[in-house]
Structure formats: C-alpha cells, structure tokens
C-alpha cells in the first residue's frame, strides 16, 4: 500500500505542560466582542434591519459593562477578543475593559473570516484591525484569534512578522504548544491557544433569522453542565479549558449568571491557574518546547 503523501511530516501533540507557581491545570476567559461587524460580514445588507443591528449592539452596550463588574467581582482577569470595527463603533466600552486591566487582542476588523483570502488581503485586515485598535485604545496586541476560527496556513508566518506572541484559533490539542509557521529549519513558531466549538457559547445561543444560528437557543443550564464537565476533566488531566464568551449572547442575565457559576467553579478547583491568554502564552514562551509543524495536506 502506497505511503498516503503529507500525513507522516505531521508532529504529535506535545505532552504535560509544566504550569507556573505549582499550577496543576491552566484555564482562559476569552470575550469575543462581536457586533454588528459579524453580521455585516455575513450580510452587509443587514445593516437596515434595525432590530438585527440592535441584537448585536447588546453586547457593546449592555453585555460587556454586565461582564466587567462580573469579573471585577471575582477578581479575574480575562482576554477580549476585538475586532477592529468594534472598537471604532465602541471606542469608549473599549478603553474600559482596558482600563480594568483586561487583555485586549485582536479579532479582525469586520469579523472577516480569512478562508480563501490572499496572503495580501489577509495581510490588509490584520494591520487594519491593527490600526483601529492603536487609534481607539492605544493598545498594540500580541494575540490573535482569527473571526470564525479560520486561519489559512500564512495565519502564523503574517502575525509574527507583526510581533504577535500567540494565536487561539486552532483545535488539535487540549494544551498550549509553539506552532511553526512553516516546516524546515530556520521557522520561527507562535505560541497556539487551542479552542474548541464546544466550549464556545456561539453554539448554544447564537440565533438571528436569515444570518445565522441552528434555530435553536439552549437552556443555560445545559451550557454549564456542559462546560463544567469539560472544566472537571481539563482540571483533573492537567490540561488547559480555554472558554469562549461573546457578550451579545452571554451577556444576558440569566447565561451571565451561569457564566458565573462556572468562574464560581473554576476558583473552588485547587491548582487551576486561571489567567489572561496572554500570560499563558508568556509561560508557555518560557519553556522552549519543540514547535510543531503542520503541513498542508495532500491528495
């Protein structure tokens, strides 16, 4: 039987990751600040259907001040997630999850999906979103995650030439791990947040008629048993829960105070280092692991 081609240059996930301060477990709030912008790419003539355009501006107005005195509550510190339109649209909720002494990262400018684009087009969105997020906030980020999680195989050579520490938008591991941004020698590596679609409340609540959503909007309770068993199991494996909040959608009451259950549950777990992306992405910069390299498929 003939060698099926690509498929033996791929590298195994790395093992246990080596947590700071005696840390078992790692675990990341990651807010998505999704507005109008996502559906507007979806759509752009949605922006005269004022009831869509006000879902969507929920989050900005009413979601993200919920989140702020949540987490200013809990004493944690999460990542935001912004794209750059957002933080045009909402130049002052913007600077006040900055000054709360939240990480802000980038996340687009108009929640552009990156799948069939140009290295060049690729290119015009990231320093875009880039620029809007300098302009508004003054902030220059090191992490990235891409609008619908699609990334293309420039994603990591494009960030890093832009000084990007970290992506979190790819799923084949439950840790942390340096992504090279080519194979070869000589590549440089990114650090790589992995996500995963069930740990994103997109899935469970997202729904505007003719844009987009199953068409069915879950009972927060189901969300947190979900979540929960997941936290459980990344806690008792070592792993890291990497959760992903858009406040258009969690921001309500009745999800937020699921939302705050499970933080409830995160600080009662021993050894769970919870922490900004960012952090995270420090420490793992830290430990000088082997990068990964994942190489395009062939057929």
Do not use: N
């Not at 807010?31 to 922006?47: I, N």
């Not at 107005?61 to 045009?88: I, K, M, S």
């Amino acid at each position: 039987m003939a060698e099926d081609p690509g498929l033996h240059d791929v590298t195994l996930p790395a093992g246990p990751v080596a947590w700071p301060g005696g840390a078992t477990a790692a675990a990341t709030l990651g807010f998505d600040l999704d507005s109008e912008d996502v559906a507007l790419t979806v759509d752009p003539e949605s922006r005269h259907r004022l009831s869509a355009m006000s879902h969507q501006a929920y989050g900005m107005l009413t979601g993200v001040p919920r989140v702020l005195d949540l987490l200013a509550r809990h004493d944690v510190r999460a990542t935001f997630f912004c794209p750059g339109y957002t933080a045009e649209r909402y130049p002052d909720v913007l600077r006040r999850v900055r000054d709360a002494g939240h990480e802000i990262a980038h996340h687009g400018y108009l929640h552009e999906a990156m799948a069939g684009m140009t290295r060049e087009q690729e290119a015009a969105v990231l320093d875009r979103g880039l620029e809007a997020l300098d302009r508004v906030a003054g902030v220059r980020p090191v992490g990235y995650r891409a609008p619908m999680w699609e990334t293309t195989y420039q994603t990591a050579e494009l960030l890093l030439d832009r000084g990007f520490l970290y992506d979190s938008s790819l799923m084949d591991s439950d840790l942390p791990y340096e992504l090279a941004e080519r194979p070869g020698d000589g590549a440089r590596s990114i650090v790589e947040i992995p996500v995963a679609w069930a740990l994103d409340d997109w899935e469970q609540f997202a729904f505007v008629p003719e844009l987009f959503g199953p068409g069915v909007i879950e009972d927060p309770e189901k969300a947190l048993s979900m979540w929960t068993g997941e936290l459980t199991e990344a806690h008792r494996h070592g792993s890291c829960f990497a959760l992903t909040v858009h406040p258009f959608l969690s921001g309500r009451l009745g999800r937020l105070r699921a939302l705050e259950t499970l933080i409830e549950t995160m600080q009662s777990l021993p050894g769970l280092w919870l922490a900004p992306a960012g952090d995270i992405a420090r420490h793992v910069r830290s430990l000088d692991l082997t990068p990964r390299v994942f190489p395009r498929p062939e057929i």
